[in-house]
């Protein structure tokens, strides 16, 4: 750690030393591989995120690459904060046969007993059975938790929408890492994206989640207005932000590596 704080040296992790066409370029710390520092030049202030999923830790570097030194001076300042987040990350949950993986908020064994067939969920043993090659398994797995999501999450969308006299144009599922969801409003139509890791949480905590990104249909805020909505939606508001703050974390954890 003394030579860490002492002096920050890095290698640059992508093939460029300045910024690429999409004005980004990344340099890992050599002493900590974990560290990884991301030049954006619309960021406003350096930032530290956790990344639970990949088991690492971004670093936002905003302007230009000469204010990296700024940004290995935050590191260094932050270090032993960092050290301790690391440590805090819940336990990996990797798609591998026989590993254990949040499904609605309970916890599922994934089996993979042949290599042909149709992914599928058995309620009763807590069984998520994915036939696949061991090379593909998680592959697999991760695509049929994404369809999954993808069906749930459309399927309260639209009741909610419906409820508030809306129609929601698109509904997108990805592997977000800031937010449960997002919602747009254009001319063209509204557009609510979603990260399909909702699946792993209880469905109240997914229900949620789609009544409060349908609210901002109404409110594109968080006033008081907006509150009042989303529990005119739904009953289960606190419970379900107590859920995500205690443990979103371990949704994030779903499919990372050990």
């Known amino acids: 750690m003394a030579g860490f704080l002492s002096k920050l040296n890095l290698r640059i992790a992508d093939s460029k030393t300045h910024p690429n066409s999409s004005g980004n370029s990344s340099w890992v710390d050599e002493n900590d591989g974990r560290i990884t520092y991301y030049l954006r030049p619309r960021a406003r202030r350096i930032r530290i995120k956790m990344d639970v999923a990949n088991r690492k830790v971004a670093v936002t570097v905003p302007g230009r690459a000469n204010k990296l030194k700024d940004a290995k001076q935050f590191v260094r300042e932050k270090y032993d904060w960092i ?9 990996a949950q990797p798609f591998v046969d ?3 993986i949040w499904l609605r908020g309970e916890i ?113 805020d968080h006033s008081k207005n907006f509150w009042n909505l989303c529990n005119e939606l739904v009953d289960t508001v606190k419970p379900a932000e107590a859920w995500l703050k205690n443990h979103g974390n371990k949704l994030h954890a779903v499919g990372a590596l050990s």
Do not use: M
Request: net charge positive; glycine share 6%; proline share 7%.
């Open 108 to 220: 599922y064994t994934l089996y993979s007993p042949d290599t042909r067939g149709r992914p599928k969920v058995d309620e009763e043993l807590k069984h998520l059975i994915v036939p696949a090659h061991p090379d593909t398994l998680e592959g697999r797995a991760k695509r049929f938790l994404i369809r999954e999501a993808r069906e749930a999450l459309t399927n309260c969308t639209h009741v909610h929408a419906s409820a508030l006299g809306k129609t929601v144009n698109k509904i997108s599922v990805r592997d977000t890492s800031s937010r449960w969801g997002s919602c747009v409003s254009r001319r063209s139509g509204n557009h609510i994206s979603y990260s399909w890791r909702l699946i792993c949480a209880p469905p109240f905590v997914l229900d949620y989640v789609t009544a409060h990104e349908c609210a901002h249909l109404i409110h594109p």
């Open 98 to 100: 026989g590993g254990e």
């Open 83 to 91: 050290l301790v987040q690391l440590e805090a990350f819940p336990p």
